[in-house]
């Protein structure tokens, strides 16, 4: 399963599908009509949430939550933002591999979700090396992968 919010983090979960080849990939974003960018695959929308919207978050955790329970992916891979963190934070429950890409745009920190992210989830990378240190990886950036295609 691959989860994203609107904009930059959706951006970026779509340049790492070339990694996702050969595999049967949910994809969950907030957005409806993000579905025509990825019409071979099962998609599903949640209401976006944030820190401003707290209400949203509880709706999408619920919403995930009952996603995964159907689904049963095998992984949960998310780009960001909150509504990612979430479905992490849902697979962890469910005793799913969690896989967090912290955003190309953290040059100098990881985002206040990838911090989050490194707590529980199986994976965190970081697109930028200087960022990389003790659980948190670096692997690349979509930027190259885009430049690569």
Same mark, same amino acid.
């Given at each position: 399963? &691959?989860?994203?919010?609107?904009? /930059?983090h959706w951006i970026q979960l779509l $340049?790492? $599908?070339?990694?996702?080849?050969?595999?049967?990939?949910?994809?969950?974003?907030?957005?409806?009509?993000?579905?025509?960018?990825?019409?071979?695959?099962?998609?599903?929308?949640?209401?976006? /949430?944030? $820190?401003?919207?707290?209400?949203?978050?509880?709706?999408?955790?619920?919403?995930?939550?009952?996603?995964? $329970?159907?689904?049963?992916?095998? &992984?949960?891979?998310?780009?960001? &933002?909150?509504? /990612?963190?979430?479905?992490?934070?849902?697979?962890?429950?469910?005793?799913?591999?969690?896989?967090?890409?912290?955003?190309?745009?953290?040059?100098?920190?990881?985002?206040?979700?990838?911090?989050?992210?490194?707590?529980?989830?199986?994976?965190?990378?970081?697109?930028?090396?200087?960022?990389?240190?003790?659980?948190?990886?670096? &692997? /690349?950036?979509?930027?190259?992968?885009?430049?690569k295609q």
């Amino acid at each position: 399963m &691959a989860v994203a919010s609107i904009g /930059g983090h959706w951006i970026q979960l779509l $340049r790492l $599908r070339p990694v996702f080849e050969g595999q049967d990939v949910v994809f969950v974003s907030t957005k409806a009509s993000f579905a025509s960018m990825v019409s071979n695959c099962k998609f599903y929308t949640i209401p976006d /949430g944030s $820190r401003k919207n707290p209400i949203n978050l509880l709706l999408s955790f619920k919403v995930l939550f009952k996603i995964l $329970r159907q689904e049963k992916p095998e &992984a949960i891979l998310s780009t960001g &933002a909150a509504p /990612g963190l979430l479905a992490l934070l849902c697979g962890k429950i469910l005793g799913k591999k969690t896989i967090w890409v912290d955003s190309v745009a953290n040059v100098e920190k990881l985002s206040m979700s990838g911090i989050l992210a490194s707590k529980f989830a199986t994976h965190v990378y970081t697109q930028w090396p200087d960022l990389a240190q003790g659980t948190i990886k670096y &692997a /690349g950036s979509v930027l190259a992968k885009e430049q690569k295609q």
